[in-house]
């Protein structure tokens, strides 16, 4: 099957500063990817979606300035959470599409961010 | 009210019984109907996949749409305790690029 990783997998940082995370997928070409966040114990939120070489498409309510995403090739997408609060500590995951067929998403692993 | 609505659980039950996961939906475009296992600080993994109306099987799963009351249904037989973990639905339209609306999602604790 597709497989999606993301790296790091977990990231504590402080208050302030930037986390990159990047998402790929290793063994197919990705024209869409997506990333979405999950508090304890909530359901996966839609934060936005990226397709390879043009901006991406933000939910409401996701500020686009503070969550950067760059969907530069077909198999790397990140996400920067620029100027980390705590609030914004929670899991992130990205998913990945090849488009065809069903449009099926692959999930990666998710990264923990922690933000002191 | 949420589009996709799930019992968040936790659902417990002994090694072998039979389990009964379900979502109810309100948007009448779905039509893709997904099942995904999470374990613990792990991504989502896709466990059945359904399009519009009726019963799909896959070894010990089976997954089950009925549109005409929007009810999703994901029945495991023989439950593991390795089958512990949180199971979530998910539902989509037809559109080519349409996103994933999902639910809360269900802890499932299988004892042995």
New interface residues.
Partial sequence: GAV?S?HPSWVICKSGTSVKIECRSLDFQAT?M?WYRQFP????M?MA?SNEGSKATYEQGVEKDKFLINHASLTLSTLTVTSAHPEDSS?Y?C?A?S?SG?????????T?LTVL | QKEVEQDPGPLSVPEGAIVSLNCTYSNSAFQYFMWYRQYSRKGPELLMYTYSSGNKEDGRFTAQVDKSSKYISLFIRDSQPSDSATYLCAARTLSGYSTLTFGKGTMLLVSP
């Fill in positions: 999606v993301q869409t997506f114990k909530q359901s996966l839609l979606t899991f995951i998913s599409s488009g069903s449009n099926e998403q692959f999930f990666g692993p998710g923990r």
